[in-house]
């Protein structure tokens, strides 16, 4: 019953994180769970309208799916429609049967990937700059379609309660509000004003039409009653839209946001422990914010989320990155924000149910058109962050070296560990960051008490590479290309592979430039060793020569560099054992 003990104890830190991030900002935390009602209420108000979900039941279901979401994940995870199976089923005005049976596979799919751990290696084996490419080519999607799908179509002046103008003053009030962006210590509850405002404007729009036949109405009592639903799983058209919704669900809802969580919820290292001095411990310091889920605890809840609601008539789900984006732009920072959204939704959807279509249907298309651009925006930006800098595929473990038999100094200079040749010292050879002053070792102590993350600091056993202007250009350059394939096709699974090729012909690029400057490393040596003095044994120039063996981004970058290192220095330890064999043997053949 270990594993017991560990799942309570953690749902308990997290609990405890959530309650206490609410009660510091309350205000901030119902803004937040707000911020994803641009994304959420277009979509699922279409679907509903032409009878492809069933609303009440995607209200209850999705908040109670946010309710556990919240508690047991502890971050403002979202819960939002599955776009590419929502555009589909409005555009070809799916039944209810085929639209639900397309999240089921979605969902079985997302299922066998994550309990077989491949979708675990596909992550690992992504770069980085492909990752960032898809957030970032999300984040101008949102944009994009923030502009010409909600504000566009609007009027400078009518309708007289949605046109651009109300767009206009909420986008000024938005820059207002948030000068500083998401570093804003206590983040004002923006999207809570809005959807007030936004709910007041609906109300008097639908008071303002006239009487007649098809008027809206307000809402009323409307008592939920689930039924069973049997989804069309055989049915092309639900085979169809799941294909096209199982790229974007991998890589937008399950890559993209594990690494949208690790930018805006770091791993928190936890405080020191009690045995510490006194003067290390700070009682008031607040709970640590859980650590962001990991792809394979992310695949297995979209999995069961759409496995289970697809037999009620539920609207497909996912977590998206822009959703997350949406929600911490707004003052979402814990999982108490969803919590409070989930439990919202869950009373809408009991007691007032398919009243709720119009007044969701005359919400100013304005205000959410804003709200999507903001949720663009922190995806937008997230995507450029942590590109070059502190990103974790230049991260190089100590172990992975030590295990070659190698010293820490011998990835920096062939040589000896002093100065190499521009006068720098030879630990610097390689670019890697690698302070032992005792400030330094004092502040990262200090950092690691206070647990904090600064994505660009080294943690214990971990050394970052500083990264040529060349790799740089090459990782921005990847990072493009995945997002200008996504903006031109409008399909994720397009960007990535452009991505994916564009890496991997730089890739293709240097191993042969590699393998040319090792070679002429190799006839260096040999024409140094040569020429050494048998009473000196001065070694020539070319030992102490240094090497800019550029690497692969990932796990396997790091093997195919070491490998390749290991591979050089065994020739060259031949090749001068060789020589002095030769040297040795010179004198005794010249007094015969």
């Known amino acids: 019953m270990v594993w017991f003990s560990e799942i309570t104890a953690r749902l308990g830190r997290v609990n405890r994180y959530n309650l206490g991030t609410l009660r510091e900002s309350p205000a901030a935390e119902i803004s937040g769970a707000l911020g994803d009602l641009g994304t ?19 209200l209850v279901f999705t908040g109670v799916f946010n309710v556990v979401t919240g508690a047991v994940f502890g971050i403002p995870l979202p819960v939002q429609p599955m776009k590419a199976i929502a555009a589909a089923a409005i555009s070809q ?27 675990r290696r596909l992550t690992a084996a992504i770069p980085v700059p492909i990752v960032k490419g898809i957030q970032l080519g999300a984040g101008l999607q949102l944009i994009i379609s923030a ?15 949605d046109n651009r103008t109300w767009a206009l003053m909420s986008f000024l009030a938005l820059l207002f509000v948030t000068p500083s962006g998401r570093n804003a210590k206590k983040p004002r509850p923006f999207a809570l004003l809005l959807f007030i405002f936004g709910t007041c404007f609906s109300l008097l729009s639908i008071g303002m039409v006239e009487s007649g036949h098809g008027v809206p109405s307000l809402p009323f009592l409307s008592i939920w009653r689930p039924k069973i639903n049997i989804p069309a799983f055989m049915s092309p058209a639900s085979i169809g839209m799941a294909l096209s919704q199982l790229p974007l669900t991998t890589l937008n809802s399950i890559i993209a946001v594990c690494a949208l969580g690790e930018d805006l919820f770091p791993r928190a290292i936890l405080p020191a422990p009690v045995s510490a001095s006194p003067a290390s411990v700070l009682p008031s310091s607040p709970t640590p914010s859980p650590s962001p889920p990991s792809t394979t605890s992310l695949g297995i809840s979209v999995s069961l989320m759409n496995l289970f609601a697809c037999f009620f008539g539920c609207m497909p789900v996912c977590h998206g990155s822009g959703g997350l984006a949406a ?12 919590i409070l959204l989930g439990l919202f939704k869950i009373a809408l959807g009991v007691l007032l149910g398919n009243s709720l279509i119009d007044v969701l249907n005359f919400f100013p298309r304005g205000f959410l058109g804003v ?100 790799e740089r250009n ?21 960007g990535f592979m452009a991505g994916l090729l564009c890496h991997w012909a730089y890739r293709l690029a240097t191993a042969g430039s590699d393998s040319a400057n090792c070679g002429n490393l190799e006839g260096e040596d040999e024409e140094s060793a040569m020429g050494m003095n048998t009473s000196t044994a001065t070694p020539g120039p070319g ?18 560099y070491l490998s390749g290192r290991r591979r050089t220095r065994s020739r060259k330890t031949r090749s001068q054992s060789r020589t002095q064999t030769r040297t040795e043997e010179s004198p005794l053949l010249g007094s015969d």
């Open 40 to 58: 959420l209420l277009p979509l699922m108000i279409a679907l509903a309208i032409h009878g492809s979900i069933d609303l009440p039941t995607t």
């Open 93 to 119: 005005k799916s039944s209810l049967a085929e639209t639900t049976a397309a999240g089921g596979w979605v969902g079985f799919a997302i299922l066998l990937l994550s309990m077989t751990g491949l979708i």
């Open 147 to 161: 502009g010409s799908s909600l504000i566009l179509p609007l009027g400078w002046l009518s309708p007289l309660l």
């Open 327 to 338: 929600q911490y732009r707004f003052g979402a920072r814990s999982g108490a924000s969803i």
């Open 371 to 470: 709200m999507v651009l903001a949720a663009g925006l922190e995806l937008a930006r997230a995507g450029g962050v942590g590109l070059s800098d502190g990103a974790p595929d230049l991260y190089l473990s100590e172990r992975e070296e030590e295990e070659e038999g190698q010293t820490p100094e011998d990835d920096y200079d062939d040589g000896e560990s002093g100065n190499s040749d521009d006068g720098n010292s030879g630990t610097r050879g390689l670019g890697i960051i690698h302070s032992t002053s005792t400030d330094d070792r004092a502040w990262r102590a200090e950092q690691t008490r206070q647990g904090r993350d600064h994505n660009t600091t080294t943690t214990t056993g971990f050394r970052q590479r500083i990264v040529s202007e060349d």
């Open 474 to 494: 090459e990782r921005w350059t990847v990072m493009l290309m995945t997002a200008g394939g996504i903006l031109a096709f409008k399909n994720d699974a397009i």
């Open 543 to 560: 030992l102490h020569r240094r090497r800019r063996i550029s690497h692969s981004a990932g796990p396997a970058g790091r093997r195919s």
